[in-house]
C-alpha cells in the first residue's frame, strides 16, 4: 500500500511516501510560513523521483494537531483535497504521539513538547516502552513551570520544541533526560507508520466534517504594522 504522509504542524515540515512500513523517500522543509506553497511541490517530486503518480497513493495520513494553527489547516486541507481528487482514506495521527514514536522502547514514559507561544507548552505523556507510543496523559496546553512541577522527581524523557525552548526550566528536574536535538520535529515518515496502523485498524477521518486538534484556540489581535 502506497502512503502519502504529511506534517505540517511546526515550521520544520516534512512529506513521505511509504509503501506499507518501508519508507520510499522523504522531503523536509524549513521553510518558515511558507507551507502552502511548498506541500504540493515537495510531494509531487516525490511522486516524480520514486516513479509514481499521484494516481498510485491508496491513503493519505496527516497530523492533525496540536500544532501550528496556520501548519495543521494547510495540512488538513490539502490532505482532504488529495483525497477527495483520488477518493482514498485519510488517516489523523497525533503531532504529539509521532513525536513520541521517535523515541521507541524508551525506559521512561515520553514527555512531547511542542511550543506553543504565549507562555505555554502543548504537552503529552507516553509509554513507548513496548515500541508503541501508548498515552499516559492526553494532549494539553500548560505552563512549562506547571509541567516541570507535576514531573518533578519523575524520571522522563523529553523531546520537542518545546522540550528545546524550556530546556532551562525542565533540566532543573532530577530526573530529566532529553532527546538529540534532531528528533525535536515530528517527522512525515513516522506519521505514514503510525496512519497505516489506524488505517489498518480501520480509523479513518471524515472528509467532511474533520478539523484539526487546535487543544488551545487562537489568540485574535490586530495585525502587526509592517517594518520599513
Not at 127 to 141: H, I, Q, V, W, Y
Request: charged letters at 20%.
Amino acid at each position: 500500500m502506497l502512503i502519502l504522509a504529511i506534517e505540517t504542524a511546526t515550521p520544520v515540515a516534512s512529506i513521505a511516501l511509504l509503501e506499507g512500513e518501508r519508507v520510499v523517500a522523504s522531503r523536509y522543509f524549513d521553510v518558515g510560513n511558507q507551507h502552502s506553497q511548498r506541500v504540493f511541490v515537495e510531494a509531487d517530486h516525490l511522486f516524480s523521483v520514486t516513479g509514481n503518480s499521484w494516481s498510485a497513493a491508496e491513503a493519505v495520513a496527516t497530523t492533525t494537531g496540536p500544532g501550528s494553527f496556520t501548519g495543521l489547516r494547510i495540512g488538513l486541507s490539502a490532505a482532504k483535497g488529495i483525497c477527495l481528487a483520488l477518493g482514498i482514506p485519510l488517516v489523523g495521527v497525533s503531532t504529539l504521539q509521532a513525536l513520541a514514536w521517535r523515541l521507541p522502547y524508551a525506559r521512561f514514559p515520553v514527555c512531547a513538547m511542542l511550543d506553543a507561544r504565549r507562555g505555554q507548552v502543548y504537552s503529552a505523556l507516553y509509554s513507548t516502552k513496548t515500541g508503541f507510543p501508548d498515552a499516559l496523559a492526553e494532549p494539553r496546553a500548560v505552563a512549562p513551570e506547571d509541567l516541570a512541577s507535576e514531573l518533578s522527581g519523575t524520571e522522563v524523557l523529553f523531546v520537542g520544541s518545546g522540550a528545546k525552548v524550556y530546556k532551562e526550566k525542565f533540566r532543573r528536574l532530577a530526573g530529566a533526560n532529553f532527546a538529540p536535538s534532531h528528533l525535536n520535529n515530528p517527522d512525515a515518515a513516522t506519521v505514514g507508520c503510525l496512519g497505516l496502523i489506524k488505517l489498518t485498524n480501520g480509523e479513518v477521518i471524515d472528509l467532511t466534517t474533520s478539523e484539526p486538534e487546535y487543544i488551545r484556540l487562537p489568540a485574535l489581535g490586530p495585525a502587526r504594522p509592517k517594518q520599513n
